[in-house]
């Protein structure tokens, strides 16, 4: 499984970005897709994810401000990020759990500054 994520960068704080991960592989039918984020000295900790039926969880930080989807047919996850502020500004990680393993994309940098 290789998961390529994409769509990082600068923004003002009240600012939008839109994150992306194609997923490719043996990544089956039945999974679970989401983003995880790392702050400079903290945990890696859940944003998001959206399993296979569509059913989504949001931790509660970014709950009404960012939405997960996924296109099945490209096995593309999304995460459309508004209302974004300085706290939001971490290394986002995409993740993709099938079958009791979770598989990482590489990260994408969102940095919220004015």
């Known amino acids: 499984v290789q998961l390529q994520a994409s769509g990082g960068g600068l923004v003002q704080p009240g600012g939008s970005l839109r994150l992306s991960c194609a997923a490719s592989g043996s990544i089956g039918i039945i999974n679970i897709m989401g983003w995880y984020r790392q702050a400079p000295g903290k945990q890696r900790e859940l944003v998001a994810t959206?399993?296979?039926?569509?059913?989504?969880t949001y931790s509660n930080s970014v709950k009404g401000r960012f939405t997960i989807s996924r296109d099945s047919a490209k096995n593309t996850v999304f995460l459309q990020m508004n209302s974004l502020k300085p706290d939001d500004t971490a290394e986002y990680y995409c993740?993709?759990?099938?079958?009791?393993?979770?598989?990482w994309g590489q990260g994408t940098e969102v940095t919220v500054s004015s």
């Open positions: 959206i399993n296979s039926g569509g059913g989504t």
């Open positions: 993740n993709l759990y099938r079958q009791g393993i979770d598989y």
